[in-house]
Antibody
Framework: QITLKESGPTLVKPTQTLTLTCSFS??????????VGWIRQPPGKALEWLAV???????RYSASLKSRLTITKDTSKNQVVLTLTNMDPVDTATYFC???????????????WGLGTLVAVSS | QSVLTQPPSVSGAPGQRVTISCTGS?????????VHWYQQLPGAAPKYVIS???NRPSGVPDRFSGSKSGTSASLAITGLQAEDEADYYC???????????FGTGTKVTVL
């Protein structure tokens, strides 16, 4: 059974860097095809994909946020970390991590999601 | 910002059939990459309801079905039930962006 859980600050100030951790169980990011993605959802708005990291350490980022995002993995801890620099109030959102179901380092779906963590950006 | 376009809302009476369209382009839905669908109940995380264009993950009722043609896809819910009232999102991989894209989302209301 795959489970994921997001953790991190609930409030950050403008210009600060957000660091979120996704702790997961039920799969390994050393297994061929495995991947973990981050998706966010501003209050009342649509889902927005942010980043994904695959078993082979290939990383993909949202084109609009690429300069601000970094995704890394720690396979020994079963964790994936996302950082988003220069936070702004428009980055206020619920941030989800999810298991990527697929066979290669492209495509696939997000079949199991964490509950999400709400991050507010305010001074 | 979303590159996949969905109608903002659809509605139907209990027992009726509703469909949700998802319009993309030749760099996402029009490629070999599959379209997937998610249901999001109020205050909850999204749930995977359609896999690989047409397949239902284990536990998803058979009243949910999906299809894909050209640069569009659709989700159909037959025998609409009150518990189906939720937001629905399509998702695909985009070769031009080298990343994933979600639809604009559709709110399904059961009258």
């Amino acid at each position: 059974q795959i489970t994921l859980k997001e953790s991190g600050p609930t409030l950050v100030k403008p210009t600060q860097t957000l660091t979120l951790t996704c702790s997961f169980s039920g799969f390994s990011l050393t297994t061929s095809g495995a991947g973990v993605g981050w998706i966010r959802q501003p209050p009342g708005k649509a889902l927005e994909w942010l980043a994904v990291i695959y078993w082979d350490d290939i990383k993909r980022y949202s084109a609009s946020l690429k300069s601000r995002l970094t995704i890394t993995k720690d396979t020994s801890k079963n964790q994936v970390v996302l950082t988003l620099t220069n936070m702004d109030p428009v980055d206020t959102a619920t941030y989800f991590c999810a298991h990527r179901l697929g066979a290669s380092s492209t495509g696939g779906a997000f079949d199991v999601w964490g509950l999400g963590t709400l991050v507010a950006v305010s001074s | 910002q979303s590159v996949l376009t969905q109608p903002p809302s659809v509605s139907g009476a209990p027992g009726q059939r509703v469909t949700i369209s998802c319009t993309g382009s030749s760099s996402n839905i029009g490629t070999v990459y599959d379209v997937h669908w998610y249901q999001q109940l109020p205050g909850a995380a999204p749930k995977y309801v359609i896999s690989g264009n047409t397949n239902r993950p284990s536990g998803v009722p058979d009243r949910f079905s999906g299809s894909k043609s050209g640069t569009s896809a659709s989700l159909a819910i037959t025998g609409l039930q009150a518990e189906d009232e939720a937001d629905y999102y399509c998702q695909c991989y985009d070769t031009s962006l080298s990343g994933y894209v979600f639809g604009t989302g559709t709110k399904v209301t059961v009258l």
